[in-house]
């Protein structure tokens, strides 16, 4: 009996190559070649399926209720063309999907194998340090994370202010083998320049005043761990000498005298300054600037990944609502058309803050609309013109509240009130189905169900989720 873990492939009528062969090796594999897809065996570890046409089969979309928490790869081939918004929207409704190409290398649990049984960064991991990487742009940032993630080398982060250089480097050290040891953010510009030396190289009492005891400073902190410098560039010449010797020497050594000390650390630096302009002006140094230039990563600003951007409001909506406490909410589909227009000069900082200030804001509704955001377009000059180029947003109010209907009148020949009520009752979660783009769970929330009874109610009232009203086009 093998012991290798369980893959299940729906190829919906795609050519496999012949590459389940070479997969073999990792896993069990069986194969689904049908064009109409059968649920994946409740045993499997992995449901792949290849995806070839713009939407999933509606037979797909209407078992996904049933899959639960099996991890889906969804594979596309090697030639397949870029990826559209609409094209990743209607894929990611049937459950908790991946994705990836389809190629030699069998699938992995994570987004990286590591040695000695240590587990990998998973892409649910990955989605809570706030990594979508669905776009071409972040699909390269994160293979070169990766690749760094398997050495000691210097990585060096760079792009505008609220990329998330910090959130990829806490993910590089997710990903090493490290990650059980400590990770020792230090924000350079943030410390007086009179200090930043003794806070990352620590001192021995009696070094200068105040100095009432042996300090070990950041770098021996992050001792078989990762120290992540932020903002270097405005890191003063004399602290840039001694960083110098750390990175060639491994070793720090403490102001106010006493031995070298050997320290074990991998050094990611981040900066949203051009460091050669620094070098060519003097403000920085030149040998230094090649000893961090190891494993350049240029991180795109959000305008740059604009099919980010549902997801990462969607991920920002579910996490911000836990934090504060508040009852999970939704997005109207009407919401992505405007953020997606945006310019974002603040990134992805500035896309979190503003789905913050819309859930605080909201109060008890359970839906944010577009008005919600209405005022991301204040300081934008062209605000008007974004307006006026998307898509009419329905009149939520008229959809969203039962309450507003007209009533009902009892006809003198009497009426089948189980019919009423189960129409009315259709409409409800056909609607709810349509506000949370198919999420059963988020549409289950909305009416006060559980989910087990909604997938019930799915069932009693004969719902084909192809009868759902489509969210509004972008």
């Not at 996904?64 to 870029?82: F, H, K, N, T, Y």
Request: hydrophobic share 40%; proline share 9%; aromatic share 6%.
């Amino acid at each position: 009996m093998s012991n290798l873990p369980r893959l299940h492939w729906s190829t919906l009528g795609e050519s496999t190559r012949g590459i389940e062969h070479r997969w073999s090796s990792q896993w069990e594999i069986t194969i689904d070649r049908n064009m109409a897809p059968a649920l994946s065996p409740k045993d499997a570890d992995l449901w792949v399926i290849s995806v070839g046409g713009q939407e999933p089969p509606h037979a797909l979309v209407r078992m996904s209720g049933e899959v639960a928490a099996l991890p889906i790869l969804l594979l596309r081939q090697p030639d397949a063309g870029p990826i559209s918004i609409e094209f990743l929207s209607a894929w990611s409704a049937i459950g908790s999907v991946r994705w990836g190409v389809l190629n030699e290398d069998p699938p992995l649990p994570g987004l990286r194998p590591l040695a000695q049984g240590r587990p990998p960064l998973t892409a649910t991991q990955a989605l809570g340090l706030g990594l979508v990487g669905i776009g071409q742009a972040m699909q390269e940032v994160l293979a070169k994370a990766r690749a760094a993630a398997a050495t000691r080398a210097t990585v060096l982060l760079t792009g505008e202010s609220g990329t998330g250089k910090e959130v990829v480097a806490k993910a590089i050290h997710r990903m090493s083998l490290d990650a059980d040891g400590p990770f020792v953010a230090v924000h350079c510009g943030a410390i007086p320049e009179n200090l930043i030396e003794s806070e990352l190289f620590g001192y021995t009492k009696g070094a200068f005043t105040d100095a009432r005891k042996d300090t070990p400073g950041k770098f021996r902190e992050a001792h078989e761990g990762t120290i992540f410098l932020d903002e270097v560039a405005t890191m003063p010449l004399a602290a840039q000498v001694r960083l110098l010797r750390v990175l060639q020497e491994r070793e720090v050594q403490p102001l106010g005298g006493g031995s070298p000390i050997k320290v074990d650390v991998r050094v990611v630096v981040a900066t949203n300054q051009d460091l050669w302009k620094k070098v060519k002006d003097g403000s920085f140094r030149e040998d230094l600037f090649y000893r961090l230039d190891v494993v350049p990563i240029p991180l795109p600003p959000l305008r740059e990944r604009r099919e980010e951007i549902p997801f990462l409001a969607q991920h920002f909506l579910n996490r911000k609502a836990k934090e504060h406490g508040l009852y999970p909410k939704a997005l109207h589909p009407s919401v992505d058309p405007l953020l997606c227009a945006l310019p974002w000069p603040g990134n992805v900082r500035q896309l979190e803050n503003a789905i913050e200030r819309a859930i605080v804001l909201s109060a008890s509704r359970p839906i944010l609309t577009r008005e919600d955001f209405i005022f991301l377009l204040d300081r934008v000059p062209e605000g008007e013109t974004i307006v006026s180029s998307l898509p009419p947003a329905p009149l939520f109010a008229e959809t969203a509240h039962p309450s507003d209907w007209p009533p009902l009148d009892l006809p003198p020949d009497g009426l089948d009130l189980n019919q009423v009520v189960s129409e009315i009752e259709k409409k409800l979660m056909l609607q709810s189905l349509s506000l949370t783009r198919g999420n059963k769970k988020r549409a289950a929330e909305l009416l006060s169900l559980k989910r087990t009874t909604f997938l019930e109610k799915i069932k009693r009232l004969e719902i084909d989720i192809q009868d759902e009203e489509p969210p509004d086009s972008e």
